[in-house]
């Protein structure tokens, strides 16, 4: 039925509860913190970027945090479900140059656009506590937390190689720059150059962050596996080898100092101190250096040193092995040096193959099986007989033995070492957090005054495309030294906006101080965040930053994070991708625009041209697919409730979901049946005077619907707390809604324990579906002559204890034929008379034995046999 317009009611209610609430939330939270004393939650979804649209993977990542909100709300749990925005970085920028706006003004229209968004989705944010993290009176404490990260030495200037984005003219941090050496975001080929920068000791943090993972046991193992892998560590050794050169030694990094008896030669990377120098005076050694710049990664040439020779520190007393430069070796990593074993390790083998042609290869370590292999051997094994004392010994054994040794000698050390590099955070960009630093001739690098906090963004500056416009605005960049009074220059670089997202999580608690960047308690009794919901793209970097800046406040005592040691987020959820129906050509695939297809028959579209079927697929929506679906017109046309059903029935909430809107009407009618439902409720109960039967005079089928109901509700409970498994949630709704209807029709049970039934499935549907919950309490109320309050003030509802039946279904046979089945007490079927007196009587038994002669009966415990005459 067309009854219940399920879009206009979303009007109505948002309306009103706006009346009872000004700001709009259904649970005015005020300011009171959260007491650490009460039970809390702290509940967040990642913040947007404020793009101006929201789209389909906002919807989802929105729903789901709101739906948990929600349900803890109800259990009686102060919950903090803040929101903010992400508000600097390069679109605004971009929007600026490409359409002459100011990037301030662009950001600011596109945050009320995206607010109004999610208030049409019914996510009912903590807007009192909302951050944007363009505005000064948030970046003041951005900036704010980079002078303490100073003041420990943890934020410091060095020139660095960095790498290049060309087309968005900024530097790119490593993490930026994805395998294939592309731009995150402009995909264009990173240049290398050489710049004064800023970077963040987050390898300080190294250690810590690779350690603590273990104590996320609610982060998806895929995550930790992902930052474990970008972490790095590795343990090995360090091993210094002398050269002919004197005073001139090599230290390598190395993980298995069991190969160093096959050591063959050693390289140096082309950025190497020593390498640079010897090429001021080598035109060979500099055109290979030029030349290896532009070669792939691990690409095995190679440049000899010439006269220059190395002496293995363990294996014999001569200077026999040669030195290469070779770009395989990073200059990043350990030592930029690396001990070449041809015989055990893949890449030396290939270098040396190159390099050294027929030259005989050494093994110093044999398979436990004695098995020789053609090519390197890689594996652990048994040191033979070239390993000198150290032969017989296992490759674990022998690292030990050999570090020992080395260590003696004064040659060697245990190591270990990190893939993750500090974390560079100066873009040469205009609209991001400035960072506060002044540079003095004779100072040197002088932080900003906290009284002169925050450095203002000039927000009329020109941008006029390529580079920073900081750098030629004299009222931003001249300015006096604090230190000494005389003409200095501000720093012009701005901060990475993942430093911005690194710690709005703490301002959240604490969104209006204007003394410090966040109040102790607040943040160390809301802290850490229960559950945190966002995407799998920001597994890495954005997980990564958050917890080292989390860590490093808590170090520096600015919130007490002993909880689980400084770690922010408890429990991580990463909501998969959104994909569109996509139609593509079979002929050519070429994806088609909706307008190419005919959509007449709409279970069957046809391709316009060719009157062909499409091919359908699903693929991550992008313009260039035509798959692109708006959030906002499902809404607008289904209602936020159907919407929000929908999108979290579709698949659990890890997987990818294929968004088909068409689908949407199973929810709708679901919907639908329960307002109408809903309407018709009332009269029966007011017809039915008497009150609800007493537990123990339930009968057979109202024990069965209690218990039915009630296991239902447990799913639900668990799926919300426990397992979030928001999809399953719904089904049971549904099942939940089917019972407490085919009761209602069928007149077994008594009405007042349906609507009580009725009345937990609403409560328990108002995290998902708000305004049918909402609107099918007031009819409720109404028709029952109750006073309304919102179905928000409810609890969620208790789970009752299920009875233990004494009543069974028994089969009937007639004549060897299953006839009906018959419930009944659990002795019957040892009583002849009472089978007589009450399957006989039975409709069933009326139908089927009536005016018949009963032969004999005879009963098991599950069923009951007539022979007849
Ligand atoms: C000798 C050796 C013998 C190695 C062998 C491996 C196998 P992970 O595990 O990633 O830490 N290495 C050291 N510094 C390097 C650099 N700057 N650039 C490229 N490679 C470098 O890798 C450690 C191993 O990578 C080290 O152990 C070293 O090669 C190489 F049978 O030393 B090994
Ligand atoms: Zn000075």
Same mark, same amino acid.
């Given at each position: !039925?067309?009854?219940?317009?399920?879009?206009?009611?979303?009007?109505?209610?948002?309306? =009103?509860?706006?009346?009872?609430?000004?700001?709009?939330?259904?649970?005015?939270?005020?300011? $009171?913190? +959260?007491?650490?004393?009460?039970?809390?939650?702290?509940?967040?979804?990642?913040?947007?970027?404020?793009?101006?649209?929201?789209?389909?993977?906002? @919807?989802?990542?929105?729903?789901?945090?709101?739906?948990?909100?929600?349900?803890?709300?109800?259990?009686?749990?102060?919950?903090?479900?803040?929101?903010?925005?992400?508000?600097?970085?390069?679109?605004?920028?971009?929007?600026?140059?490409?359409?002459?706006?100011?990037?301030?003004?662009?950001?600011?229209?596109?945050?009320?656009?995206?607010?109004?968004?999610?208030?049409?989705?019914?996510? /009912?944010?903590?807007?009192?506590?909302? +951050?944007?993290?363009?505005?000064?009176? *948030?970046?003041?404490?951005?900036?704010?937390?980079?002078?303490?990260?100073?003041?420990?030495?943890?934020?410091?200037?060095?020139?660095?190689?960095? !790498?290049? /984005?060309?087309? /968005?003219?900024?530097?790119?941090?490593?993490?930026?720059?994805?395998?294939?050496?592309?731009?995150?975001?402009?995909?264009?080929?990173?240049?290398?150059? #050489?710049?004064?920068?800023?970077?963040?000791?987050?390898?300080?943090?190294?250690?810590?962050?690779?350690?603590? #993972?273990?104590?996320?046991?609610?982060?998806?193992?895929?995550?930790?596996?992902?930052? =474990?892998?970008?972490?790095?560590?590795?343990?090995?050794?360090?091993?210094?080898?002398?050269?002919?050169?004197?005073?001139?030694?090599?230290?390598?990094?190395?993980?298995?100092?069991?190969?160093?008896?096959?050591?063959?030669?050693?390289?140096?990377?082309?950025?190497?101190?020593?390498?640079?120098?010897?090429?001021?005076?080598?035109?060979?050694?500099?055109?290979?250096?030029?030349?290896?710049?532009?070669?792939?990664?691990?690409?095995?040439?190679?440049?000899?040193?010439?006269?220059?020779?190395?002496?293995?520190?363990?294996?014999?007393?001569?200077?026999?092995?040669?030195?290469?430069?070779?770009?395989?070796?990073?200059?990043?990593?350990?030592?930029?040096?690396?001990?070449?074993?041809?015989?055990?390790?893949?890449?030396?083998?290939?270098?040396?193959?190159?390099?050294? $042609?027929?030259?005989?290869? #050494?093994?110093?370590?044999?398979?436990?099986?004695?098995?020789?292999?053609?090519?390197?051997?890689?594996?652990?094994?048994?040191?033979?007989?070239?390993?000198?004392?150290?032969?017989?010994?296992?490759?674990?054994?022998? =690292?030990?033995?050999?570090?020992?040794?080395?260590?003696?000698?004064?040659?060697?050390?245990?190591?270990?070492?990190?893939?993750?590099?500090?974390?560079?955070?100066?873009?040469?960009? *205009?609209?991001?957090?400035?960072?506060?630093?002044?540079?003095?001739?004779?100072?040197?690098?002088?932080?900003?005054?906290?009284?002169? #906090?925050?450095? @203002?963004?000039?927000?009329?500056?020109?941008? &006029?495309?390529?580079?920073?416009?900081?750098?030629?605005?004299?009222?931003?960049?001249?300015?006096?030294?604090?230190?000494?009074?005389? =003409?200095?220059?501000?720093?012009?670089?701005?901060?990475?906006?993942?430093?911005?997202?690194?710690?709005?999580?703490?301002?959240?608690?604490?969104?209006?101080?204007?003394?410090?960047?966040?109040?102790?308690?607040?943040?160390?009794?809301?802290?850490?965040?229960?559950?945190?919901?966002?995407? &799998?793209?920001?597994?890495?970097?954005?997980?990564?930053?958050?917890?080292?800046?989390?860590?490093?406040?808590?170090?520096?005592?600015?919130?007490?994070?002993?909880?689980?040691?400084?770690?922010?987020?408890?429990?991580?959820?990463?909501?998969?991708?959104?994909?569109?129906?996509?139609?593509?050509?079979?002929? %050519?695939?070429?994806?088609?625009?909706?307008?190419?297809?005919?959509?007449?028959?709409?279970?069957?579209?046809?391709?316009?041209?060719?009157?062909?079927?499409?091919?359908?697929?699903?693929?991550?929506?992008?313009?260039?697919?035509?798959?692109?679906?708006?959030?906002?017109?499902?809404?607008?046309?289904?209602?936020?409730?159907?919407?929000?059903?929908?999108?979290?029935?579709?698949?659990?909430?890890?997987?990818?979901?294929?968004?088909?809107?068409?689908?949407?009407?199973?929810?709708?009618?679901?919907?639908?049946?329960?307002?109408?439902?809903?309407?018709?409720?009332?009269?029966?109960?007011?017809?039915?005077?008497?009150?609800?039967?007493?537990?123990?005079?339930? %009968?057979?089928?109202?024990?069965?619907?209690?218990?039915?109901?009630?296991?239902?509700?447990? !799913?639900?409970?668990?799926?919300?707390?426990?397992?979030?498994?928001?999809?399953?949630?719904?089904?049971? *709704?549904?099942?939940?809604?089917?019972?407490?209807?085919?009761?209602?029709?069928?007149?077994?049970?008594?009405?007042?324990?349906? @609507?009580?039934?009725?009345?937990?499935?609403?409560?328990?549907?108002?995290?998902?579906?708000?305004?049918?919950?909402?609107?099918?309490?007031?009819?409720?109320?109404?028709?029952?002559?109750?006073?309304?309050?919102?179905?928000?003030?409810?609890?969620?509802?208790?789970?009752?204890?299920?009875?233990?039946? %004494? +009543?069974?279904?028994?089969?009937?046979?007639?004549?060897?034929?299953?006839?009906?089945?018959?419930?009944?007490?659990?002795?019957? *079927?040892?009583?002849?008379?009472?089978? $007589?007196?009450?399957? +006989?009587?039975?409709?069933?038994?009326?139908?089927?034995?009536?005016?018949?002669?009963?032969?004999?009966?005879?009963?098991?415990?599950?069923?009951?046999?007539?022979?007849?005459?």
């Amino acid at each position: !039925n067309e009854e219940f317009d399920l879009a206009k009611l979303d009007g109505k209610w948002s309306s =009103k509860w706006r009346s009872i609430s000004p700001g709009g939330s259904i649970y005015p939270l005020s300011k $009171k913190p +959260v007491d650490a004393q009460n039970n809390k939650k702290y509940i967040m979804s990642q913040f947007p970027y404020p793009s101006g649209v929201l789209h389909m993977g906002h @919807l989802r990542v929105y729903t789901i945090s709101d739906v948990l909100a929600r349900f803890h709300r109800a259990q009686g749990t102060t919950v903090l479900h803040p929101m903010g925005w992400d508000a600097f970085g390069l679109p605004a920028e971009n929007a600026a140059i490409e359409r002459n706006v100011n990037p301030g003004v662009w950001t600011r229209q596109n945050i009320t656009k995206m607010k109004e968004q999610t208030a049409l989705m019914m996510a /009912d944010f903590d807007w009192d506590r909302e +951050v944007t993290t363009c505005e000064q009176d *948030y970046y003041k404490w951005t900036q704010k937390i980079f002078l303490l990260l100073y003041e420990e030495g943890l934020a410091y200037r060095k020139e660095a190689e960095i !790498n290049w /984005d060309p087309i /968005d003219q900024t530097v790119l941090a490593n993490e930026q720059v994805d395998s294939e050496g592309r731009s995150w975001r402009s995909g264009a080929i990173a240049e290398k150059k #050489l710049l004064n920068q800023w970077f963040l000791g987050i390898t300080e943090f190294a250690s810590d962050l690779n350690k603590d #993972l273990e104590l996320l046991n609610e982060w998806p193992t895929k995550v930790k596996l992902m930052q =474990k892998h970008w972490i790095g560590e590795s343990h090995g050794a360090e091993i210094r080898f002398k050269t002919n050169e004197k005073d001139f030694d090599l230290t390598v990094y190395t993980t298995r100092p069991d190969t160093i008896f096959s050591v063959q030669y050693i390289a140096l990377a082309i950025d190497d101190k020593y390498v640079l120098k010897l090429a001021e005076t080598n035109d060979k050694l500099k055109n290979f250096i030029e030349k290896a710049k532009n070669l792939p990664q691990d690409s095995k040439e190679g440049f000899e040193l010439p006269s220059i020779k190395a002496q293995n520190p363990l294996a014999n007393k001569k200077f026999d092995i040669p030195l290469f430069v070779a770009p395989y070796v990073l200059g990043s990593y350990g030592h930029g040096v690396v001990m070449g074993c041809p015989g055990h390790d893949q890449r030396d083998y290939e270098f040396w193959i190159e390099n050294k $042609k027929d030259s005989p290869i #050494l093994k110093s370590v044999d398979p436990v099986d004695g098995q020789q292999t053609e090519g390197p051997f890689t594996k652990q094994g048994i040191l033979n007989s070239t390993a000198q004392e150290f032969a017989g010994l296992n490759s674990e054994q022998a =690292k030990f033995s050999i570090i020992e040794k080395l260590s003696t000698l004064g040659l060697g050390k245990k190591s270990t070492q990190f893939r993750i590099r500090d974390w560079l955070i100066s873009r040469q960009r *205009y609209w991001g957090a400035p960072i506060p630093i002044i540079h003095c001739d004779s100072c040197g690098t002088v932080p900003v005054p906290d009284r002169d #906090l925050p450095v @203002l963004l000039p927000e009329d500056a020109k941008i &006029v495309g390529k580079g920073n416009p900081l750098e030629h605005l004299k009222s931003f960049h001249e300015t006096k030294c604090p230190s000494c009074g005389s =003409k200095a220059r501000r720093d012009t670089d701005t901060m990475d906006t993942f430093m911005d997202s690194s710690w709005y999580f703490f301002r959240y608690t604490d969104p209006q101080n204007d003394k410090e960047p966040f109040n102790y308690k607040f943040a160390t009794d809301s802290m850490p965040v229960d559950i945190y919901v966002g995407g &799998v793209e920001h597994a890495i970097l954005h997980l990564l930053y958050s917890r080292f800046i989390s860590k490093f406040l808590s170090k520096k005592g600015l919130w007490d994070g002993s909880e689980i040691n400084g770690e922010p987020f408890k429990k991580l959820i990463t909501q998969g991708m959104v994909h569109g129906k996509t139609y593509s050509n079979p002929a %050519n695939g070429r994806f088609l625009k909706p307008e190419e297809l005919d959509y007449s028959n709409p279970a069957e579209p046809k391709v316009k041209s060719t009157g062909e079927r499409p091919l359908i697929s699903y693929e991550k929506m992008s313009k260039s697919k035509y798959n692109g679906a708006d959030p906002t017109d499902c809404i607008k046309l289904h209602g936020a409730d159907a919407t929000r059903a929908h999108i979290l029935f579709q698949a659990p909430v890890n997987d990818v979901l294929d968004w088909d809107e068409s689908k949407i009407v199973g929810i709708e009618r679901w919907l639908r049946r329960v307002l109408q439902f809903t309407s018709e409720l009332p009269k029966s109960i007011n017809e039915t005077s008497a009150s609800k039967p007493k537990l123990s005079d339930f %009968n057979q089928f109202e024990v069965e619907f209690h218990n039915n109901t009630e296991s239902i509700l447990q !799913n639900i409970t668990n799926s919300f707390a426990e397992t979030i498994s928001l999809n399953t949630v719904i089904s049971d *709704y549904m099942k939940f809604f089917k019972l407490v209807s085919t009761a209602f029709e069928n007149d077994l049970i008594h009405k007042r324990l349906i @609507l009580e039934k009725f009345e937990k499935l609403l409560i328990s549907m108002s995290p998902v579906t708000p305004i049918t919950s909402e609107e099918s309490w007031e009819i409720l109320k109404t028709g029952l002559n109750i006073k309304w309050e919102t179905i928000f003030a409810s609890k969620w509802p208790q789970v009752e204890k299920i009875i233990e039946s %004494n +009543v069974t279904k028994y089969n009937v046979f007639i004549n060897g034929k299953m006839r009906f089945t018959f419930n009944g007490d659990l002795e019957l *079927y040892k009583n002849e008379d009472k089978i $007589k007196e009450l399957i +006989v009587n039975s409709e069933d038994g009326v139908k089927y034995l009536q005016n018949k002669s009963i032969k004999k009966i005879i009963g098991k415990s599950n069923t009951i046999s007539f022979v007849l005459n």
